[in-house]
């Protein structure tokens, strides 16, 4: 299986920060990567896909990039509707894979 | 706008088998452009794929799990369903359905139900 490794799991941050959450595969997974969000007791909900390609109706202070096999989502000036927990999942290849969560807390 | 329902008992012994079920509105299991998938959240822990249905193509499966595993559609009802056979305490969580859209990236899911497997 694909291992995808997100790093921070916690990010203390305040409202209108820069925020950058970084997922890592442990092979190519070429552009196929996808970005989720979720909050307490909810369903994940897609941020990006295709790893820079914002789904319809997302803010577009969310961002997506891709180098090589490092991944990075970006909120430029978080916004209080942003605090949850974020995903990464790679479709390159079965079994499809997440990353373990990126929680984004109140500082 | 495409929905999805899921149901089953909320409660499992373990050694016994997890059946659920996905209705789904807006939108038809036999599309053959779309993958149908179970996906599975352990409480307080990270998204696990479990497999998917695609209309034509038949079922994939996660292999640690395709012993235990089965994904059935059934376009009458316009429903997929998921049995899991022999859990255990370490199936225990919140199942989601979820139909993608660009090959693999889940864009819509159901509400989740937890499912606890204990005696």
């Known amino acids: 299986d694909i291992q995808m490794t997100q790093s921070p799991s916690t990010l203390s941050v305040s409202i209108g920060d820069r925020v950058t959450i970084t997922c890592r595969a442990s092979q190519s997974i070429g552009m196929w990567l996808a970005w989720y969000q979720q909050k307490p007791g909810k369903a994940p909900n897609l941020l990006i896909y295709?790893?820079?390609t914002l789904q319809s109706g997302v803010p577009s202070r969310f961002s997506g990039s891709a180098s090589g096999t490092e991944f990075t989502l970006t909120i430029s000036g978080l916004q209080p509707d942003d605090f949850a927990t974020y995903y990464c999942q790679q479709y390159n290849r079965y079994p499809w894979t997440f990353g373990q969560g990126t929680k984004v807390e109140v500082k | 706008q495409v929905q999805l329902q899921e149901s089953g008992p909320g409660l499992v012994k373990p050694s016994e088998t997890l059946s659920l079920t996905c209705v789904v509105s807006g939108g038809s299991v036999s599309s053959s452009n779309y993958y149908w998938s179970w996906i599975r959240q352990p409480p307080g822990k990270g998204l696990e794929w479990i497999g998917y249905f695609y209309y034509n193509a038949g079922t994939n499966y996660k292999p640690s799990l395709k012993n235990r595993v089965t994904i059935s559609v059934d376009t009458s009802k316009n429903q997929f369903s998921l049995k899991l056979t022999s859990v255990t305490a370490a199936d225990t969580a919140v199942y989601y359905c979820?139909?993608?859209?660009?090959?693999?990236?889940?864009?819509?899911w159901g509400q989740g139900i937890l499912v606890t497997v204990s005696s």
């Open positions: 979820a139909r993608d859209q660009d090959g693999g990236v889940q864009v819509y």
């Open positions: 295709k790893a820079s």
